[in-house]
């Protein structure tokens, strides 16, 4: 499923090498969200959430996904779609 990657970018060595980067000048990332690569999804690397929010704008014959992240002040990260209204996909705590 496109929402539970585990591979692509996420698995990526160079993915990974970054983050062990940032976490070595910042500490531990509990979330990362990026998106624009069209395809959105919510995983764990090791104990980091990685999310793409996806993208709201059509390319190349590929509809736009209409999704989008929500991280509360509780440490909730939802996924949505907007289908008239938002829909949950999935949701995670960090």
Do not use: Q
């Given at each position: 499923s496109?929402?539970?990657?585990?591979?692509?970018l996420v698995?990526?060595k160079?993915f990974?090498?970054?983050?062990?980067?940032?976490?070595?000048?910042?500490?531990k990332?509990?979330?990362?969200?990026?998106?624009?690569?069209?395809?959105?999804?919510?995983t764990k690397?090791?104990?980091?959430?990685v999310v793409?929010?996806?993208?709201?704008l059509?390319?190349?014959?590929?509809?736009?996904s209409?999704t989008?992240?929500?991280?509360?002040?509780?440490?909730k990260?939802?996924?949505?779609?907007?289908q008239?209204?938002?829909?949950?996909?999935?949701?995670?705590?960090?």
């Open positions: 496109k929402l539970r990657r585990k591979r692509g698995n990526n160079y990974t090498k970054w983050l062990r980067e940032v976490e070595s000048k910042l500490g990332v509990d979330c990362i969200v990026f998106g624009h690569t069209h395809e959105p999804f919510m690397l090791d104990e980091t959430l793409n929010c996806g993208s709201w059509t390319e190349e014959k590929r509809p736009a209409k989008f992240v929500l991280i509360s002040g509780n440490g990260v939802k996924l949505f779609k907007w008239d209204a938002p829909i949950l996909i999935r949701e995670e705590s960090i």
